[in-house]
């Protein structure tokens, strides 16, 4: 039987809302660099960086 992963809001590893926890645990990658990653294109672009966190944070359902 195939363990099939899905992407959800992450309840262990949650800062704000768990977005971040939740894509690393999908990924299998640490936390930290998917953080690192929407801290750098919030800086580079911050309305797309807030925007995709946003929509993350609501269309994602909890683990």
Not at 6 to 28: M, N, Q, R, T
Not at 29 to 55: D, M, N, P, Q, T
Request: proline letters at 2%.
């Amino acid at each position: 039987m195939q363990n099939k992963k899905k992407l959800c809001k992450s309840s262990k590893d949650d800062k704000i809302f768990g977005v971040c926890g939740g894509i690393a645990e999908y990924l299998g990658i640490s936390s930290f660099w998917i953080r690192l990653i929407w801290c750098i294109v919030s800086l580079i672009k911050f309305e797309i960086g807030l925007a995709a966190y946003i929509i993350c944070a609501i269309a994602m359902p909890d683990e």
